[in-house]
């Protein structure tokens, strides 16, 4: 039987206090909710992860890959969305507008 590792066991009980503390988080603050999927994600990888550690196996490594790549995609689109809301597309760029502006001034 291996051993737990310190710092992945560190890990995942920060990863836990972060998880428990996500409902009061969510209560204040409406828009962290997208990026719960993601840390829910890697939550179940740092737990396969050390269960990886005490029961060898196939099993919890496949686990630990799956649940890793989905939490880094979906916190990455909860990022994406995140970043598309706080700064949204302007429609013509200021040169655009400034040649726009000259042209009527010169007519």
Do not use: H
Not at 12 to 18: E, G, K, N, P, Q
Not at 72 to 80: F, V
């Amino acid at each position: 039987m291996a051993e737990l590792e310190a710092i992945e066991f560190t890990a995942m009980i920060i990863s836990l206090v972060a998880i428990v503390n996500i409902p009061y988080i969510i209560k204040r603050r409406k828009d962290f909710i997208k990026y719960l999927p993601g840390f829910v994600s890697l939550m179940i990888y740092l737990i396969a992860d050390n269960l990886d550690d005490i029961f060898p196996g196939i099993l919890f490594v496949l686990i630990e890959i799956i649940f890793y790549f989905f939490g880094a995609i979906l916190l990455l689109i909860a990022a994406l969305i995140d970043l598309k809301k706080t700064f949204p597309k302007r429609k013509e760029s200021r040169t655009k507008n400034a040649f726009k502006k000259k042209k009527l001034i010169d007519d």
